[in-house]
T-cell receptor, first 115, second 112 residues
Framework: GENVEQHPSTLSVQEGDSAVIKCTYS??????FPWYKQELGKGPQLIID?????GEKKDQRIAVTLNKTAKHFSLHITETQPEDSAVYFC??????????????FGKGTKLSVKP | NAGVTQTPKFRVLKTGQSMTLLCAQD?????MYWYRQDPGMGLRLIHY???????AKGEVPDGYNVSRLKKQNFLLGLESAAPSQTSVYFC???????????FGPGTRLTVT
């Protein structure tokens, strides 16, 4: 089955710097890659996602890139702010388009943004 | 619009006891999921449902049962709790199989 590896497990940056979190997946049939943010004491919340027919997607300060050949995708956060501090999860699924497949999550990255 | 709610928020059980966790959503979503979250392990799917009256096993289903008698509710049961089931449990729902999942606030369960 699908396996998603996520690195690093912890990341500390200064406010205003950029942060990059990387994930690799094993199943070449995976076609949907979301990123979730989990604040302390809350459930995860979707922040951005990308489908396999797209190489890059941006939404204000966050962006996701996908390399299907290498089977890896990354989350980029620019101009980090203290409120970006949270745990971030990547995930992969082959369910896009109606196929069967559940989300498989990475183990998470705890991002700390220091003021 | 409450989204996804979970009951209870916290629970302590003794080994061998049983309990049911309730998840409710008011978004008319077909798909519902139960995950467990353990330190350093991410989110792992326990069971899921693709519609009222249907359930299926996820990655880690052993020791759990589920029911979806009503579209808006998804129940997770532990028949005989074990310390290994100490975890934070999250329920989620989605409109489509691959789309955004909306998570509840979680239930922290401790089994002693």
């Amino acid at each position: 089955g699908e396996n998603v590896e996520q690195h690093p497990s912890t990341l500390s940056v200064q406010e205003g710097d950029s942060a990059v979190i990387k994930c690799t997946y094993s199943d070449s049939a995976s076609n949907y890659f979301p990123w979730y943010k989990q604040e302390l004491g809350k459930g995860p919340q979707l922040i951005i996602d990308i489908r396999s027919n797209v190489g890059e997607k941006k939404d204000q300060r966050i962006a996701v890139t996908l390399n299907k050949t290498a089977k890896h995708f990354s989350l980029h956060i620019t101009e980090t702010q203290p409120e970006d501090s949270a745990v971030y999860f990547c995930a992969a699924s082959k369910g896009y388009g109606g196929s069967q497949g559940n989300l498989i999550f990475g183990k998470g990255t705890k991002l700390s943004v220091k003021p | 619009n409450a989204g996804v709610t979970q009951t209870p928020k916290f629970r302590v059980l003794k080994t061998g006891q049983s309990m049911t966790l309730l998840c409710a959503q008011d978004m008319n979503h077909e798909y519902m999921y139960w995950y467990r979250q353990d330190p350093g392990m991410g989110l792992r799917l326990i069971h899921y449902s693709v519609g009222e009256g249907t359930t299926a096993k996820g990655e880690v289903p052993d020791g759990y049962n589920v029911s979806r008698l009503k579209k808006q509710n998804f129940l997770l049961g532990l028949e005989s709790a074990a310390p290994s089931q100490t975890s934070v449990y999250f329920c989620a729902s989605s409109y489509s199989r691959w789309g955004e999942q909306y998570f509840g606030p979680g239930t922290r369960l401790t089994v002693t």
